[in-house]
């Protein structure tokens, strides 16, 4: 550690999460043609909440307009970052696939969760974000170790620690990953915050 014990600065990181909505968490992955039926393979080393914002004539479905929060896995550190983007992009994983020309009729795609998570297609403020900190998260600057989000009455959780990218759950799961995270030492001891926009 860097003698600071929370270098973190929330507002500063959190900052894009301000007065945004949400209508539809989305996960990057591909269609893969090489079963009977085009199947969606998930690729989660990011997740996307879309946007929705109260312009007139904004429609739900139109999220390229509005944009997205990506919450992405820090290469290998176990840690997430946060950033506001204007689409989501194809995973590098999946890029460097087409690069070998391994799966070359593999399509890089989205798949929507977010009625799983949200409970509703209805656009639903962000409220709280509930994170924590560990000594692999003051590695890698405005990195967090993993969060919870809550949305009206949803809960979105997020964890980078899952062999196939990031784990996406729902309520109870924060609680489950902490108290797994105080029984082990690898990262030095966890530090729980709570943002509020």
Not at 51 to 68: E, N, P, Q, V
Request: proline letters at 9%; a negative charge.
């Amino acid at each position: 550690m860097n003698g600071n014990p929370d270098p973190f600065d929330a507002d500063t990181v959190f900052a894009p999460l301000r007065g945004i909505r949400v209508w539809n968490v989305l996960l990057p992955g591909f269609i893969d043609r090489d079963l009977p039926l085009p199947f969606f393979r998930p690729m989660p080393s990011a997740v996307y909440f879309a946007l929705h914002t109260d312009r007139k004539g904004s429609a739900i479905g139109a999220w390229a307009r509005d944009g997205f929060i990506r919450v992405a896995a820090a290469d290998d550190e176990g840690v997430l970052t946060l950033s506001r983007v204007d689409e989501p992009v194809c995973p590098p994983e999946l890029a460097d696939l087409a690069d070998e020309d391994e799966d070359e009729d593999d399509e890089f795609a989205v798949g929507g969760c977010g009625h799983d998570f949200l409970g509703t297609d209805i656009p639903l403020a962000l409220t709280r974000v509930r994170y924590a900190l560990d000594d692999g998260s003051d590695l890698v600057p405005g990195a967090f170790r993993c969060a919870e989000f809550t949305f009206g009455p949803a809960r979105v959780f997020l964890d980078p620690m899952n062999f196939d990218g990031i784990r996406i759950q729902g309520a109870g799961a924060y609680e489950k990953c902490v108290a797994d995270q105080r029984s082990r030492t690898t990262f030095g001891p966890v530090r729980e915050h709570v943002w509020v926009p």
